[in-house]
């Protein structure tokens, strides 16, 4: 029994002396300047459908709004040039890995020929662009964050799934300020150089 007590005695006194560890705090320099965002979804969404040749392809295949196109002949799609393409080299079909509520869906559609290009008729947009705001910079990790929130389509008005992102300069044109019941808005138009990713 003393040999036992001993042994918890010793543990006892090891945590004791063991040093607390706290981390260093941070240093960030607020910021709070105006940035232009372009964003690129993770794979593609579906906001609408046009028929080709009188057919409705999207109501034959059951391809609904807000579909997320992940993949596309299991190859993983992220722009709206790719899609076409690869629907273009595949007249006999295309098979779309498609997340839909939360469930994955597999669909087997065949493109119907418009003049001298194949079609599925889809409307899928591939990125989103905006203003925000830097909300503070780390010099020490090179790092910026803002405050923020989801991003809604404009078409569909469900969350967009984001993948990646660029910020750029931003000129501001106007500033509209908020009213009861009404966000205010900033207008601005973006220069093109890229200043920082997003991930």
Request: some cysteine.
């Amino acid at each position: 029994m003393r040999k036992s007590f001993g042994v918890i005695s010793i543990l006892i006194a090891s945590l004791f002396i063991i040093p607390a560890v706290y981390a260093q705090p941070a240093e960030v320099i607020p910021i709070g300047q105006t940035v232009g965002i372009r964003l690129y979804t993770d794979g593609l969404l579906v906001i609408g459908s046009s028929e080709v040749n009188g057919k409705s392809i999207a109501k034959k295949y059951d391809i609904q709004v807000n579909d997320h196109i992940e993949k596309i002949n299991g190859q993983n799609i992220d722009s709206t040039e790719e899609f076409s393409q690869i629907v273009n080299e595949h007249p006999d079909g295309v098979r779309l890995s498609v997340m839909r509520d939360g469930k994955n869906i597999e669909i087997d559609a065949v493109p119907e020929k418009d003049e001298d290009i194949y079609r599925l008729g889809l409307w899928v947009r591939d990125s989103t662009a905006g203003i925000g705001t830097v909300t503070y910079y780390n010099p020490q990790t090179k790092e910026f964050a803002a405050l923020g929130h989801s991003i809604n389509d404009v078409d569909t008005g469900n969350i967009l799934p984001v993948k990646s992102g660029n910020i750029l300069h931003c000129n501001i044109l106007s500033v509209k300020k908020s009213e009861r019941g009404l966000p205010g808005e900033i207008n601005g138009s973006f220069d093109g150089e890229t200043i920082g990713d997003i991930h």
